[in-house]
């Protein structure tokens, strides 16, 4: 990227909170339902219902605010009729919040190439989700045969979080999402997956020659639906602007969508975005009023975040920064390990098994830790058996991957394959003997002074053994016999 | 004892069934009888729900004969305004774009009616969405005013009013957004009150301007409006505007005197230039009866009023534009036939679905909303209606309770303000600052011209519904307008 200009974003998240009813009525939002199914006069805009507020959705995001440091969440906030027309939208407006937020001012901090920065939180505000529209005979709706629309996410509720245009490159982008999607999971307000589209993604990207202090004409990046999309979509959509300020073009503000197959950021139609939302205050709901007993309340209820529990795990438990930052990063993880530790004190080894082979298994099934069979219990029990010699950290490696897949303890596993350890030396010694008659001339090369023959025997024995042997008891008694 | 059974008022009608005189069936049966007879002149009815009333009044009938106590409205009939949502039973709110709407649930009013046994006879005739004065914007038909079948039953209650009495229904239910129920409640010689928003549920009130709509009965006199607010008042869950207070029994306040109402006032800008000579004559002589029951007469000049019309014009009409937004074809309602895509289903289904009056409201609400008018208009109004909030704030600390005429004129002729909506929206003038500052106030009948009634509007601070209606009992009970009926 050119060092001509500066990279400036902001983004917008659309946070589904994880509550069990509509923001304003009592309808569940458990995803998945039968079409149609989670919806009451209220959700489908049917003449004459009026909106409640759901206190969870408030408590929920005032705990978000305190998380975030936002330094206006007590007092009034107001919610407004934003208003558009558009079959997933029933009331053809959408309840949200405008002029009035319910928070403002905050701020969070992501770690960038080592050195940590901070990035504003201009607001935080509720609003309602809109239905779902499958469209059939087109991928929209103008051109297709018909329509039809899902109103089971109609009024979910979402609480969008604009951050302050501070973020400067498209990796911070995307550290930035990843550090919120951490919070919001901590706080258990939201499942903060973008590949299912609880966490939401709308970026506004400009850039400026170094040194100028306005900002650039932006364009906002709509619908990207992983970090690792909006990383490159953020990357591909400031080499296009970067190329038309080269070649002497003007750019355009409008809406852009990443197409991941080309890599490039095309522009949607602006004539369909082209809105006058007539905002004004929703005369159904009186003023949200947060006070400062709502503040202390949610304030009991937030645990560790992210950032301190990785500075507990480098400076108590000693383990790398990395380490910490991969445990951390899932919520599920972190907490199996906190698990874990109750009955062992194998820190180091626990984030070793974690980070590494569980870890690999569950990207390569694409579940979470919750989904598979391996219990803190059960990781424990292996890690007892390799410190007491009964199986090798080799053929641990198999046995965990059992104990991911089945309901079995890592001693049933071991016990019902013969996969123990062999650490009695008589046996080895056995094995030994026959190792060194089979390779007479690499025990010859080795008293010749090649001492990697020594290595080769090794591995024959262990080969012998099919991996049982102790590693350390054998290269012990091979050093023994070879210099005897 | 049948024969003019629909002649008689709630509170009548509670003590012929609880001395078992009369029973539900009967009573319902004699209204029908009495709509049949009438109501092709009148019109005030645009579904009548006979089978269902009928099965419904059998079952109060038993419940009546077990009981010893009776509730008092169990087993009486009362009438609907269409905008009300009626469980399984059409609501139009007299539209075409709604005609055949059938809501999945029923409005909170009417749940606490029926709770407490009353009937339900039908839905009623109204100008379309509320708007209007006049009941002549309903898609279907205008409804006649009884005493006069060639004038309006005023609006938009229109049908309630009329209904009321016509002696088509003992009492109805309407709903008042700038006067829809004390105006038609006035020209037709019925009394009707708005109570303080939020008193009464708006949950399944078809909205028209979400923070002016309110809830209230029409109804025969003073008694039963008092009958009635006992039932219908109350916080809802399901509305968060409504008020987490105490519901005060009203039917005390019916003690024939004025009591610690010591100083009426008179709002001396409804008493000037555009108030017939008729009507002004009939408040000065309404003034007159108050001091005789011992009040103190105050003239109090309100100078926000001036602007009141504008300010309602552009914040009714505002959050009418929002709330009639999703009348667009897509879940309920009509859905115009013929539309290749989206835009000519939106455009197609609100052209052919919305009469000339809502449409022009739609237009008039959706440009005070827009980018670059909103502080000039929507806001503006805003702060003009905290104006109109204080001139009642300091007028009532002067004076207990205001009147006024309720209209400036007696019923106009059918057809003639039709096409003079300005016209027509002055006669809304004396009701429309009520809405704007969310106090509660009756109308009830004072005086009669030409054969035609007149109303006295009387007003009271927020939630002093119990003032309101001492006063308006204790002026009742010295003048008995209320008893004058409409010969048909």
Known sequence: M???YEIVIGLEIHAQLSTDSKIFCACSTKFGNEPNSNICPICTGQPGVLPTLNKKVVEFAVKTSIALNMKKIKGESIFSRKQYFYPDLPKDFQVSQYDKPLAEHGEIEIEVDHSPKKIGIT???????????????????????????????????LMEIVSEPDIRSPEEAKLYVQELAAILSYLGVCDAKMEEGSLRCDANISIRPVGQKEFGTRTELKNVNSTKALKDGLTAEVERQIEALESGEKIIQETRHYDEKTGKTIALRSKEEAHDYRYFPEPDLVPLVISDAMI????????????????????????????????????????????????????????????????????????????????????????????????????????????????????????????????????????????????????????????????????????????RANPGLVNQLLQKKLSA | MSDKLYTKTVHELHQLMKTKKVSSVELVTAIYER????????????????????????????????????????????????????????????????????????????TELEDDGAIILGKLNMDEFAMGSSCENSAFFPTHNPWNLKTVPGGSSGGSAAAVAADEAPFALGSDTGGSIRQPASFCGVVGMKPTYGRVSRYGLVAFASSLDQIGPLAKDVTDTAIIMNVICGYDPYDSTSID???????????????????????????????????????????????????????????????????????????????????????????????????????????????????????????????????????????????????????????????????????????????DPLSMYLS????????????????????????????????????????????????????KWHKERPKL
């Open chain 1, 2 to 4: 050119s060092k001509k």
């Open chain 2, 245 to 419: 207070k105490k519901v005060p029994d009203h039917t005390k306040a019916l003690t024939g005197k004025l009591d610690e109402i010591k100083t009426v006032g008179v709002v001396k800008e409804l008493l000037g230039k555009g108030i017939s000579p008729e009507v002004k004559k009939s408040i000065e002589e309404a003034i007159k009866v108050y001091e005789k029951l011992g009040a103190k007469i105050k003239m109090i000049s309100m100078p926000s009023f001036e602007y009141a019309l504008s300010c309602y014009y552009l914040v009714a009409t505002a959050e009418a534009s929002s709330n009639l937004a999703r009348y667009d074809g897509v879940k309920f309602g009509l859905r115009s036939a013929d539309s290749p895509d989206l835009l000519s289903m939106y455009y197609n289904t609100r052209r052919e679905g919305f009469g000339p009056e809502v449409k022009r409201r739609i237009m008039l609400g959706t440009y005070a909303l827009s980018s670059g008018y909103y502080d000039a208009y929507y806001l503006k109004a805003q702060k003009i209606r905290t104006l109109i909030k204080r001139d009642f704030e300091a007028a009532f600390k002067e004076v207990d309770v205001l009147i006024s005429p309720t209209t400036p004129t007696v019923a106009f002729n059918i057809g003639e303000k039709s096409d």
């Open chain 1, 123 to 157: 607001r935080i505000h509720l609003e309602e989700d809109a239905g779902k529209l499958v469209h059939v005979g087109s991928d929209r709706i103008t051109g297709s045969d018909f329509s039809l629309v899902d109103f089971n996410r109609t009024g979910v509720p």
């Open chain 1, 296 to 467: 202390a309340e949610a304030r009991k209820d937030i645990g560790e975040l992210p950032q301190a529990k990785i500075k507990r795990y480098v400076e108590k438990l000693n383990l790398s920064a990395e380490a910490a930052d991969t445990i951390v990063a899932g919520k599920d993880l972190a907490e199996f390990f906190e698990k874990c530790l109750k009955s062992s004190d194998k820190a180091a080894e626990l984030s070793n098994w974690i980070i590494g082979s569980v870890t690999a298994y569950l990207n390569e099934k694409k579940i979470g830790i919750g989904q598979s069979k391996l219990t803190p219990k059960k990781l424990v029990a292996m890690l007892n058996l390799i410190e007491k010699g009964t199986i090798s950290k080799k053929i641990a490696k198999d046995v965990i991957v059992q104990l991911l897949e089945t309901e079995k303890s890592a001693e049933e596993i071991v016990k019902a394959s013969g996969t123990t350890q062999i650490s009695d030396e008589s046996e080895i010694e056995k094995i030994i003997d026959e190792v060194l008659a089979k390779n007479a001339k690499s025990v010859a090369d080795y008293k010749a002074g090649k001492i990697t023959a020594m290595g080769f025997l090794v591995g024959q024995t262990m080969k012998a053994t099919k991996g």
């Open chain 2, 428 to 479: 809304d003038i004396a009701t429309i600052p009520i809405n704007l500052a969310g106090i509660p106030a009756i109308s009830i009948p004072c005086g009669l011209a030409k054969g035609l009634p007149i109303g006295l509007q009387i007003m009271g601070n927020v939630l002093e519904e119990e003032k309101i209606i001492k006063a308006a009992y204790a002026f009742e009970q010295k003048t």
């Open chain 2, 35 to 110: 709509i049949e007879q009438v109501d092709d002149k009148v019109k005030a009815y645009l579904t009548l729900t006979k089978a269902a009333a009928l099965i419904e009044a059998q079952k109060v009938d038993k419940r009546i004969a077990d009981a010893k106590e009776i509730g008092p409205l169990e087993g009486i009939p009362v009438a609907i305004k269409d905008n009300m949502c009626t469980e399984g039973v059409k609501t139009t709110c007299a539209s075409k774009i709604l005609a055949n709407y059938i809501p999945p649930y029923n409005a909170t009013a009417v």
